[in-house]
């Protein structure tokens, strides 16, 4: 019921293409559900997160999407750019506890020129 | 301002051994959480520490013990290393708990032979 899974696990997108990764979880307690990207050598840095009372949040080109009724989000990044080639993790918690974050297998994207 | 940083950088042991890893937290952080990342997959929790308190701890072995220091910094010990313990040790600070986006260090990477 901990668990969080991602796919794809590997994501080849053509530049300016749009990039899109998605997760499901299973503990309906979860109320907050962040995506994080991580580079290689360097710690994972929060992108964006949302919590379940809303059903998409945007910030630049980086959109989530939130399926209550599902259990699934995704991450959608538009007009993808070969700086955005990083691995995704998707994650989530309670509210309540929310540094104990519970982390996808990953998503290694990576934007061609 | 200096972000969360982790000491040492790389980390050679042989099984049985035992290892301290370091994190400062960013200035002015109270909470710092640790995770293991093992190669491929997301990060896993290991334990919270808030106010110098244990406030989460994962599923992990007696083996691993942290503490938190009057000035925030952190400690992750682990004790009788197995080969399985290879992994990226992550620290992550925030300013308090709840939501508080947690800022991630790059990580100590531990080999066990």
């Known amino acids: 019921q901990q668990q969080v899974k991602q796919s794809p696990q590997s994501l080849i997108v053509q530049k300016g293409g749009i990039s899109i990764i998605n997760c499901a979880y299973e503990n309906t307690a979860f109320d907050y559900f962040p995506w994080y990207q991580q580079f290689p050598g360097k710690g994972p840095a929060l992108l964006i997160a949302?919590?379940?009372?809303?059903s998409e949040k945007k910030e630049g080109r980086f959109t989530i999407s939130f399926n209550k009724s599902a259990k699934q989000f995704s991450l959608h990044i538009m007009d993808s750019q070969p700086g955005d080639s990083a691995t995704y993790f998707c994650a989530a918690s309670l509210i309540q506890g929310a540094q104990k974050l519970v982390f996808g297998q990953g998503t290694r994207l990576t934007i061609n020129p | 301002d200096a972000g969360v940083t982790q000491s040492p950088t790389h980390l050679i042991k042989t099984r049985g051994q035992h290892v301290t890893l370091r994190c400062s937290p960013i200035s002015g952080h109270k909470s710092v959480s640790w995770y293991q990342q093992v190669l491929g997959q997301g990060p896993q929790f290991i334990f919270q520490?808030?106010?110098?308190?244990?406030?989460g701890r994962g599923n992990f072995p007696d083996r691993f013990s942290a503490r938190q220091f009057p000035n925030y910094s952190s400690e992750l010990n682990v004790n009788a290393l197995l080969l399985g313990d290879s992994a990226l040790y992550l620290c992550?600070?925030?300013?308090?708990?709840?939501?508080?986006?947690?800022?991630f260090g790059p990580g100590t990477r531990l080999t066990v032979l």
């Open positions: 992550a600070s925030s300013p308090g708990q709840g939501t508080d986006t947690q800022y």
């Open positions: 949302i919590r379940p009372d809303v």
């Open positions: 520490y808030y106010e110098k308190e244990e406030r």
